[in-house]
């Protein structure tokens, strides 16, 4: 004769996707439970956020003996309202129950909670040793600390460019794990030519931020003497119409092969970021008659020097019939 079965199932051990999710629209977890009379024959679970007994998201659901889910759609608690994906920062929870052949149902199992983290940590500001250094074996940064909310820091990565933060690789990405400075050494760096140390940081859920980049260093260089700016050309003068272009270059005095790089700028604002180009075209269709500042910036291994000049654009006159 079959025995009555009255002890409920063992509380189901439940088991999330680890400490953090960079997802807001999905949560999973699966679970276990076991029943040695009449066995499992229904599992049910629902999502709490903020602590196991926080405010419920997804409303007691059933999945029959599966044991595993994936939920998509969060309900709030009135069970009415569809929320557009998990609160950034908040930590979730899930609850499971077992009902046995004889409709007894567990007492509730809980995962250890999971963190929601969709944002990636803060840029960095990367200093290097300066314009030049004489070694080509070794290069030295440092870097501002990143942040974030949600789940910390989990690491740092560098890499190390030639010519531009985007150029050739000399070293591709290493992680050097929480310390905020490198020193590289066992480099090959061809003499003369500029370096770039990128950084980024990691989170603890996973995510990289975006990468900050030193302003270069060229290696094998000892030169200590910058370049000096004497002038600007165009030169103020009734010759400048709005709605034409001008190329704006400058005269530089340099008594050292150390290669030079320009940075053009108007009214503040750079139009011709760092670069070898010695000039640059400026094209004024759509910018209004008035005053306007030009900035050149020019520098090398030993140093930079920055010139400003002030121009009026004229108002074109009209033709003569």
Known sequence: MWAADGTPPSIPMVIDDGIYTTSNTSLHASWSSAD????????????????????????????????????SGFVSGSGKTQVNGLTNG??????????????????????DGITVDV????????????????????????????????SGIGRYL??????????????????????????????????????????????????QGPVGSSDGIVAGETDTTP?????????????LYAGGTFTISVSVTDTDPS??????????VVKQAWGAASSYAWVTSTIMSGPHTLLAEVRDAGGSDALAQ????????PELP
């Not at 629902?46 to 409303?59: C, E, H, K």
């Not at 370049?227 to 010759?239: E, M, V």
């Not at 290669?259 to 503040?268: A, K, N, T, W």
């Open 36 to 71: 040695g009379e009449s066995g499992i024959v229904e599992y049910q679970y629902q999502i709490r956020q903020g602590s196991p007994s926080g405010s419920v998201i997804v409303a007691w659901t059933s999945v029959g003996t599966t044991t595993e889910a994936t939920r």
């Open 90 to 111: 908040v930590t979730c929870f899930w609850e499971v129950k077992a009902r046995n052949g004889e409709g007894l149902w567990s007492a509730s199992g809980f995962s």
């Open 119 to 150: 944002t990636p940590p803060a840029v960095v500001a990367v200093t290097d040793d300066g314009p030049s250094t004489p070694s080509t074996t070794t290069l030295h940064a440092t870097w501002t600390p990143s942040s974030d909310q949600q």
């Open 158 to 207: 560098y890499q190390i460019t030639r010519d531009s933060p985007s150029g050739a690789l000399a070293v591709d990405w290493t992680p050097i794990g929480l310390s905020t400075a490198v020193t590289r050494t066992g480099l090959s760096l061809t003499s003369g030519a500029r370096y770039y140390i990128n950084v980024k940081a990691e989170n603890g859920a996973g995510l």
């Open 227 to 239: 370049p000096i700016l004497n002038s600007i050309f165009p030169f103020p003068g009734p010759q």
């Open 259 to 268: 290669p030079l790089e320009y940075q053009f700028s108007v009214d503040g």
């Open 310 to 317: 002030s121009v009026y654009l004229y108002l074109m006159p």
